[in-house]
């Protein structure tokens, strides 16, 4: 019995443990990523991003619309204080303060870590350089937008919107330009 209850615990928890250790990462926050990410050159990511509706994601949370789609689901709370919102729009709201790097802003609502992963680990110019390394580091790259938009984009919204998302992406896109030579 009790070998029985070590062999489920292990099957359980190793994985379990095994996504924590790789998770040990830190958010930097916006400002962090905007040092190399901002100018024309570089593909201005801060910019694009800041013009987004995902950076005024946890704003949204503060209005008394969303205050009132609160309350219709059954929460007791203001949206901004929901977990069952935040979730869909913020990074990092339930995480161990000791992850959150001084400049992070929860208040930034779905900013480049919410997508990309924490960044403490490869956030270094030589380690940003190698993309594989920067991987191995943390860094969350999308092959598949459809699958990885829907994680947030779908009927689990309180105001779904069914949209395109190659259209959507050509609203948000923010590619680095190619170099030539
Ligand atoms: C010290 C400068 C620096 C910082 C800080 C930095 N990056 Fe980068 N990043 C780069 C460079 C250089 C590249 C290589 C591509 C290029 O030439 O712009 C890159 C590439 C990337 C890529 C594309 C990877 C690939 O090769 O396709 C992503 C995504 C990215 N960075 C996200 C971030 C995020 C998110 C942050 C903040 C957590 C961040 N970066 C912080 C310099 C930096
Ligand atoms: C972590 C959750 C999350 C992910 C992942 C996500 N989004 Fe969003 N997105 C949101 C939220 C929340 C809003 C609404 C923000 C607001 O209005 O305050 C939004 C809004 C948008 C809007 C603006 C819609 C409008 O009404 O004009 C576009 C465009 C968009 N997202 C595109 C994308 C694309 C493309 C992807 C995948 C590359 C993506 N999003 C991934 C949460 C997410
Ligand atoms: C599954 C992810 C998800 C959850 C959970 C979620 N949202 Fe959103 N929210 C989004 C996305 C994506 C958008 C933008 C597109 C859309 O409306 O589907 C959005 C947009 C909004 C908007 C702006 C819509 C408009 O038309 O002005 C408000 C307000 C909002 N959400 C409030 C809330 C509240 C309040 C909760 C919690 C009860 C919540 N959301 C939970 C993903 C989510
Ligand atoms: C809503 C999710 C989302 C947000 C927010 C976001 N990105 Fe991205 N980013 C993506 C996706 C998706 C790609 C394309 C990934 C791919 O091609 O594999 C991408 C690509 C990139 C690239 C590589 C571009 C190229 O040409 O290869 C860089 C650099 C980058 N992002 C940096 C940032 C920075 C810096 C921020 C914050 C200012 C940010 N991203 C915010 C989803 C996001």
């Known amino acids: 019995m009790k070998l029985f209850t070590y062999i489920l615990a292990t099957l359980i928890l190793t994985p379990f443990i095994l996504i924590q250790a790789q998770n040990g990462h830190s958010y930097i926050g916006v400002e962090a990523c905007a040092m190399c990410h901002k100018t024309e050159k570089q593909g201005s990511q801060l910019s694009i991003w800041q013009n987004s509706k995902h950076s005024k994601a946890y ?6 619309k969303a205050n009132q789609i609160a309350k219709e689901k059954g929460f007791s709370t203001l949206a901004v204080e929901t977990p069952e919102c935040l979730k869909c729009h913020v ?8 992850l959150k790097g001084k400049k992070f802003k929860v208040e930034d609502g779905v900013q480049c870590e919410t997508c990309h992963g924490a960044g403490s680990d490869y956030k270094d110019m030589k ?5 594989d390394l920067a991987i191995k580091n943390g860094l969350v790259m999308h092959d598949k937008l459809e699958s990885f938009c829907i994680g947030c984009h779908n009927v689990e919204s309180p105001t779904f ?5 190659d ?15």
Do not use: C, F, R
Request: no cysteine.
């Open 59 to 64: 704003e949204t949370l503060k209005t008394d």
């Open 161 to 165: 919107v069914d949209m395109n998302i």
């Open 167 to 181: 259209e959507a992406w050509q609203k948000i896109k923010h590619s680095v330009p190619k170099t030539q030579n």
């Open 91 to 98: 990074s990092g709201y339930n995480i161990d303060a000791s």
């Open 127 to 131: 380690v940003m350089k190698d993309k």
